[in-house]
């Protein structure tokens, strides 16, 4: 069964860093694309960065040169660096697995979800 656990969020002010975690369990790892996504209150989720099987990545366009993503295949994680955090960055972060090795922007290619992690960064 695979399984997503994501971590790291929590309360940061504005212009810090927070460095969110995805561990992945019960699938080949290395074959498949990572998301992240967001949602705030009153708001659809949307997406935020993803990483492709072979390291590629994309960005939405506000998190650009702000957020890193990156993936560590030994230990079945990938990563979202945060930094320079603003007010509107605060969310409820998932992660996800998309349907096959590619990235995409859209939430339905994506087939597993954590449960969240709470990111808030007050004005």
């Known amino acids: 069964q695979v399984h997503l656990v994501d971590s790291g969020g929590g309360l940061v002010q504005a212009g810090g860093s927070l460095r969110l975690s995805c561990a992945v369990s019960?699938?080949?790892?290395?074959?498949?694309?990572i998301g992240w996504f967001r949602q705030a209150p009153g708001k659809e989720r949307e997406f935020v960065a993803a990483?492709?099987?072979?390291?590629?990545?994309l960005y939405e366009d506000f998190v650009k040169g702000r957020f890193t993503i990156s993936r560590d295949n030994a230990k079945n994680t990938v990563y979202l660096q945060m930094n320079s955090l603003k007010p509107e960055d605060t969310a409820v972060y998932y992660c996800?697995?998309?349907?096959?090795?590619?990235?995409?922007?859209?939430?339905?290619?994506?087939?597993?979800w954590g449960q969240g992690t709470q990111v808030t960064v007050p004005s």
């Open positions: 996800a697995t998309s349907d096959g090795p590619y990235y995409s922007k859209g939430p339905h290619r994506y087939d597993y």
């Open positions: 019960g699938r080949t790892f290395t074959s498949y694309a």
């Open positions: 990483i492709d099987w072979s390291g590629g990545t």
